[in-house]
């Protein structure tokens, strides 16, 4: 497929504010794509790129993008992706000044709508309008699959370009292939904000209420004696966190995947704020170090899978009870249920005290639904107010358009 027309149906997708004309026009696209340049398409079309960590920053990008001119033959999808995937690996000495020439002759190939394209989405600062949730109804609508079962196979899968050829290329019977499958990382459950415990107990009634804490959200995955954690974006973390091993390996169930959240504590006992936690991550060496200046607490709110038994589409209160056979209650968030407002209240006050954000309330029916932010999670956090100062602004798209 060429990029050009990738671009322009992003165009078109961030200019209209309807979700079914947008999903009608990356139906449309998704149709045309070959099948081995389908995870490209969607991985654009979300606004990430295959390649994580391409090494390159915003002023970078942007110098080599306004001094480039247009020329050379049309990109196609598959060209620019083999691009990205070459500066990906340019790494050593003399390889900034090797990534800018490589960029360069990839902008060279673009026209100006590319280019902007292309350079934002390098950058992480692509909006169009196609969250993952309407990318999902697209490709559903282009399959002729449910949109649910769309969205199981790409929660369990891990995202939606692995399951994308199989729902174009066999429909329904491609989907049915992808199941939960322990030390593969599922898609998190999201929440939705709440603007006190009232009203989350209007909205759920009798519901159970957890502390939310201002820490790192962890996926534990566990089959025998191997444990294997994983952040909220699917990236492992294992070697990073082993206090969270040593606190899984030696539980009796040989097989779990468990979702919860690790904070780092002060030697109080206190939590730690979120960027000192996020200091425990992404670190391979010094381990030991940082272990000691910052130990690491895990706390685990969901079970997915216990024993051979897939959960996610059991009622939340089948998932808490099994959560609560499978670890000791210290590895358990604090929970209660209840539909009274006074008790709510309480609790709330109980995590603030204890040095947390908030509270997350949650339907005791419902089951473990990924990628997007529904109504049964709901996030009650107090108020904080920040003194800011407007660096930049740009005019906005869609529904968007003639605001900054």
Not at 119 to 137: C, F, H, P, T, Y
């Amino acid at each position: 497929m060429r990029f050009s027309d990738l671009v322009g149906t992003s165009e078109r997708v961030a200019a209209t504010p309807s979700r079914l004309e947008k999903v009608a026009l990356l139906a449309a696209l998704l149709k045309s794509v070959a099948p081995e340049e389908l995870e490209i398409a969607v991985a654009y079309l979300s606004g990430d790129t295959r390649q994580p960590k391409l090494g390159l920053g915003y002023a970078a990008v942007m110098r080599v993008a306004d001094a480039t001119g247009e020329g050379g033959a049309p990109l196609e999808l598959r060209e620019v992706d083999a691009a990205l995937a070459e500066l990906r690996r340019t790494t050593g000495k003399g390889s900034a000044a090797a990534r800018a020439e490589r960029l360069r002759a990839l902008f060279a190939r673009t026209t100006g709508d590319e280019r902007d394209f292309l350079a934002r989405l390098i950058v992480g600062e692509l909006r169009q309008g196609a969250l993952e949730a309407v990318l999902a109804d697209a490709l559903a609508a282009a399959a002729g699959v449910p949109a649910a079962e769309m969205r199981r196979a790409a929660m369990v899968a891990g995202g939606l370009g692995t399951v994308a050829r199989a729902a174009l290329s066999e429909g329904a019977a491609g989907l049915a292939r992808f199941s939960l499958t322990v030390m593969r990382p599922v898609q998190p459950m999201l929440a939705s904000p709440a603007k006190d415990v009232a009203a989350a107990l209007a909205a759920l009634g009798r519901a159970a209420l957890e502390w939310k804490l201002d820490g790192a959200r962890v996926q534990a995955h566990k089959s025998g004696d191997e444990v294997r954690v994983f952040t909220r974006n699917l990236n492992e973390v294992t070697a990073a966190v082993p206090e969270i091993v040593e606190a899984l390996r030696p539980l009796a169930p040989r097989a779990l995947i468990l979702d919860g959240e690790a904070i780092a504590l002060k030697r109080s006992g206190a939590p730690q704020p979120f960027q000192v936690t996020m200091r425990r991550f992404g670190r391979r060496l010094d381990v030991e170090r940082l272990r000691a200046e910052l130990p690491l607490a895990v706390l685990f709110f969901d079970c997915l899978h216990a024993e051979g038994r897939d959960l996610i589409a059991e009622p939340a209160s089948a998932r808490f009870e099994a959560l609560a056979r499978a670890l000791p209650a210290a590895l358990v968030i604090p929970r209660v249920v209840t539909a009274d407002l006074a008790e709510g209240e309480r609790f709330l006050a109980s995590a603030l005290a204890a040095g947390h954000e908030g509270l997350m309330a949650k339907a005791l029916e419902a089951p473990y639904e990924a990628g997007r932010r529904g109504a049964a999670w709901l996030k009650v956090k107090q108020a904080q107010t920040l003194d800011l100062v407007v660096l930049a602004a740009e005019w906005g798209n869609g529904r968007r358009q003639g605001w900054l």
